[in-house]
């Protein structure tokens, strides 16, 4: 998935520093591309928090009868995790994948040093997360890739049942790649819960549908560092994500992940004018072209304020 804001704003610079008590952060609701554009609910990057672990990207949509339909566009740096719970969605990418993802499969593209893609859908029921994990240092400049998960595995405890999508968590783990430490799961709750939690990951917790205490419907709930568990009352499904708070400054601006400015204004031009990114096959339709920078050099901001 695409950001598709024309004006994405300045340059994130991300760090590790944090600390803090639990905290709720608010979404705020962008477009999708399509005849009929779908709302979609951006939790990170946020105005005080920008990364949870080595996530750095989380749009929620729907349940929302819609069509997906986000035009070929590149990314760097970073892995797309995306993950229904209704609906199809269709990806094409530029090293020849073409693959369906449905509710409770796993398609996962790794950008390397540059991939492009496309999603689209025919007019249904769309709910889904799309999530964005940066890269460390010494990936970013791995060559492309895809992964398409259709069996997860699975795991209980007290009042909850999971499905590990990436990483670890209560135990087990999941076959997809992760090159930094991370959990991410859909956790379904019935009654009292009480979730594991690594002592040292920091944590966010989003509502997916139904009515799950302490979580509200749209905020993503950050846990610092340092809980081993966490008590989770009612019923509904919940995702799940966290990771050792990430070591790195990164910088992200439209669909890029990079280090600096002048990576950033680089990747920008190889989309519009190189071929550094490949070609989407099959795709009817013109690529999104990239937003234009802002006139003055792009000021790097905290991970956290």
């Known amino acids: 998935?695409?950001?598709l804001e024309r004006d994405p704003g300045g340059m994130v610079r991300c760090g590790a520093a944090d600390g803090g008590a639990t905290e709720l952060l608010t979404g705020r609701e962008v477009p999708l591309g399509g005849p009929r554009a779908m709302r979609v609910s951006r939790t990170l990057p946020g105005v005080h928090r920008r990364m949870i672990g080595a996530w750095c990207f989380v749009d929620a949509y729907g349940p929302e009868v819609a069509t997906m339909r986000v035009p070929p566009h590149p990314h760097t740096g970073l892995q797309t995790?995306?993950?229904?719970?209704?609906?199809?969605?269709?990806?094409?990418?530029?090293?020849?994948?073409?693959q369906v993802v449905r509710p409770g499969q796993l398609n996962l593209m790794t950008a390397g040093h540059g991939i492009?893609?496309?999603?689209?859908?025919?007019?249904?029921?769309?709910?889904?997360?799309?999530?964005?994990?940066?890269?460390?240092?010494?990936?970013?400049?791995?060559?492309?890739?895809?992964e398409h998960h259709a069996e997860l595995p699975r795991v209980s405890g007290p009042g909850f049942g999971a499905t590990?999508?990436?990483?670890?968590?209560?135990?087990?783990r999941s076959?997809?790649?992760?090159?930094?430490?991370?959990?991410?799961?859909?956790v379904t709750v019935s009654g009292t819960a009480e979730l594991p939690l690594d002592r040292g990951f920091e944590h966010g917790l989003l509502l997916l549908d139904g009515e799950v205490e302490p979580l509200e419907r749209g905020p993503l709930?950050?846990?610092?560092?340092?809980?081993?568990?966490?008590?989770?009352?009612?019923?509904?499904?919940?995702?799940?994500?966290?990771?050792?708070?990430?070591?790195?400054?990164?910088?992200?601006?439209?669909?890029?992940v990079g280090r600096d400015h002048d990576e950033i204004v680089a990747f920008r031009k190889e989309w519009m004018e190189g071929e550094g990114f490949g070609t989407v096959e099959g795709f009817d339709g013109d690529p999104l072209p990239?937003?234009?920078?802002?006139?003055?050099?792009?000021?790097?901001?905290g991970r956290s304020r």
Do not use: C, K
């Not at 995790?81 to 073409?98: A, I, Q």
């Not at 590990?164 to 087990?172: I, K, L, Y």
């Not at 076959?175 to 859909?186: N, R």
């Open 164 to 172: 590990v999508v990436m990483g670890s968590f209560a135990g087990e």
């Open 1 to 3: 998935m695409s950001n």
């Open 81 to 98: 995790v995306s993950w229904l719970l209704s609906g199809e969605v269709l990806h094409r990418d530029s090293v020849g994948s073409l």
């Open 290 to 301: 990239a937003p234009v920078l802002p006139g003055t050099r792009l000021r790097p901001r």
């Open 116 to 146: 492009s893609h496309s999603e689209e859908s025919g007019e249904e029921l769309l709910h889904g997360v799309q999530l964005w994990v940066a890269l460390p240092g010494e990936a970013r400049g791995m060559e492309p890739g895809f």
């Open 221 to 256: 709930l950050y846990v610092p560092p340092g809980r081993t568990s966490l008590t989770l009352r009612g019923d509904g499904r919940v995702l799940v994500i966290g990771g050792e708070p990430f070591a790195e400054e990164i910088v992200m601006w439209w669909n890029f």
């Open 175 to 186: 076959p997809a790649t992760a090159l930094t430490p991370l959990t991410g799961a859909e």
